[in-house]
């Protein structure tokens, strides 16, 4: 299984960023996929989530602010995340919520004040 997270970058807060989620080696319509970020000195963090049913959950963090969402025909996960803040800064992961997976190298998302 192979996770490629992409589309991270320098934002000004109050900006938006789509990151998505390439996924090689299973199907995520059959999975509960999430979106984790890793911010320096933190420990890595899930910050939405969406069951196979498509049931979505999102941290405290996100609600409101983040939309995960998932298109089966191209086998990505994404994350639309509007309004960002400083705190948002973080590499940003996908995987496997139930059944962690080999991590990936993630994509930096930088939120400047």
């Known amino acids: 299984v192979q996770l490629q997270a992409s589309g991270g970058g320098l934002v000004q807060a109050g900006g938006s960023l789509r990151l998505s989620c390439a996924v090689s080696?299973?199907?995520?319509?059959?999975?509960?996929m999430g979106w984790y970020r890793q911010a320096p000195g933190k420990q890595r963090e899930l910050v939405a989530s969406?069951?196979?049913?498509?049931?979505?959950n999102y941290a405290d963090s996100g609600k409101g602010r983040f939309t995960i969402s998932r298109d089966n025909a191209k086998n990505t996960v994404n994350l639309q995340m509007n309004s960002l803040r400083p705190e948002d800064t973080a590499v940003y992961y996908c995987?496997?919520?139930?059944?962690?997976?080999?991590w990936g190298q993630g994509t930096l998302v930088t939120v400047s004040s």
């Open positions: 969406i069951s196979s049913g498509g049931i979505t």
């Open positions: 995987n496997d919520v139930r059944v962690p997976r080999l």
């Open positions: 080696g299973m199907g995520v319509s059959s999975k509960s």
